[in-house]
T-cell receptor, first 110, second 117 residues
Framework: GQSLEQPSEVTAVEGAIVQINCTYQ??????LSWYQQHDGGAPTFLSY????GLEETGRFSSFLSRSDSYGYLLLQELQMKDSASYFC???????????FGTGTLLAVQP | GAVVSQHPSWVICKSGTSVKIECRSL??????MFWYRQFPKQSLMLMAT?????????EQGVEKDKFLINHASLTLSTLTVTSAHPEDSSFYIC?????????????FGSGTRLTIV
């Protein structure tokens, strides 16, 4: 089987740093990706980790530890527009179907 | 980058009718398209993988006769919700994988909000 577990909700204030965790159980692991989704919209790609370590893209960073089956998304200098749902995801199988985590709703408060 | 055009963006239908959702790949050929369903405050659940020129592959628990998928050309995949009922009301979204695309290869349509009354 496969599962990607995330906290359901996280609340933080503007300007703060927040970390969203993702623990996974999946076979044939090729890497962990992160997506942002605003209500009613399509997922937007944020970051991808194929190897262990930290990937930095502007205010967003993502970390992966394959030995721990764990990753996280780090959002710095939070802004109100960062309020959204965040999903980790893995690609599976010969068709590269993308399987999403349970999702985390981030609420940024003034 | 690659673009997937999805229509309609929203639709309201009466219970018992069938609804067709289209996804077109613009400027690229999508041999494979993925269809997802998302209920409010939940994750995107993969329903099926649409393969050009062959039968779709459905995920466990998804009714093949309920959700008909057709991928007759390299640029068009359709999802038809047959005999729709209020419990089928959801957000449906398609995605194509294109190796080499900056966004880790996955391009999403804009989604269809389906409401059955």
């Amino acid at each position: 089987g496969q599962s990607l577990e995330q906290p359901s909700e996280v609340t933080a204030v503007e300007g703060a740093i927040v970390q969203i965790n993702c623990t996974y159980q999946t076979s044939g692991f090729y890497g962990l990706s992160w997506y942002q989704q605003h209500d009613g919209g399509a997922p937007t790609f944020l970051s991808y980790n194929a190897l262990d370590g930290l990937e930095e893209t502007g205010r967003f960073s993502s970390f992966l530890s394959r030995s721990d089956s764990y990753g996280y998304l780090l959002l710095q200098e939070l802004q109100m527009k960062d309020s959204a749902s965040y999903f980790c995801a893995v690609a599976r199988g010969a068709t590269n179907k993308l399987i999403f985590g349970t999702g985390t709703l981030l609420a940024v408060q003034p | 980058g690659a673009v997937v055009s999805q229509h309609p963006s929203w639709v309201i239908c009466k219970s018992g009718t069938s609804v067709k959702i289209e996804c077109r790949s613009l400027d690229f050929q999508a041999t494979t398209m993925f269809w997802y369903r998302q209920f409010p405050k939940q994750s995107l659940m993969l329903m099926a993988t649409s393969n050009e020129g062959s039968k779709a592959t459905y995920e466990q628990g998804v009714e093949k006769d309920k959700f008909l998928i057709n991928h007759a050309s390299l640029t068009l995949s359709t999802l038809t919700v047959t005999s729709a009922h209020p419990e089928d009301s959801s957000f449906y979204i398609c995605s194509a994988f294109l190796a080499g695309e900056p966004s880790y290869g996955y391009t999403f349509g804009s989604g269809t909000r389906l409401t059955i009354v």
